[in-house]
């Protein structure tokens, strides 16, 4: 089974890592084998966020990569090699002035589109949100609220570590008892599992 599922994944690896070979980012094979959504904020700048899903019995992965010097890249990642292209937040629209109802079309349908975005983003708890994709997706502090979130990760040979969503809670005392339970029963600070606990604003 661990081969069909090394097999499975080879060439979604293969293709993240080709993607982003100018910068040296790639994930751990553990990433892959065991479908560990997550996300990594690189040195060069990329903020990448990843899911693992099924389609019609075919396994994918979806990345969400954003970097203030160029667009955002939202792709979904076949088990064949296959890769379709996702809707990413645009950031700006234009519009004819020589339509008097331009602009108002224009913004309509970039706030709606990126709201459609958004909710995909939020489906799939792509929810880091960077200033520049908070200001595309509307987010406003009049409909969010504070989300305390436990993380994980495995501290083993490779540099870059991967953090993984593991639990979501409103209040902040259930969220530190959860994660006190946790560190103790990894084994302590010397564990090579870590824990970290992350407040966050999330749309109401």
Known sequence: MRNEINHKMNLI???????FSQWKIGLPDKTFNERLSGYTHDCSGWLIQYYFGIENGIEYMDFYAYHNMTNDRHIRIYENGETKDLPAYWSGYGYSANDPYGEEKAKKAFKEHNQEVTELLIAKRFDQFTINMAISAGITENNTE???????????????????????????EQ?????????????GEQSIVKFRLQEREVRK
């Open 146 to 172: 504070i989300q305390y979130e436990i993380w994980t990760a495995d501290y083993f040979d490779y540099q870059d570590i991967e953090w993984h969503f593991y639990a979501a809670y409103s209040n902040k």
């Open 175 to 187: 969220a530190e008892t959860e994660l006190q339970k946790l560190r103790r029963d990894a084994g």
């Open 13 to 19: 690896k293969r293709y993240f890592e080709e993607y």
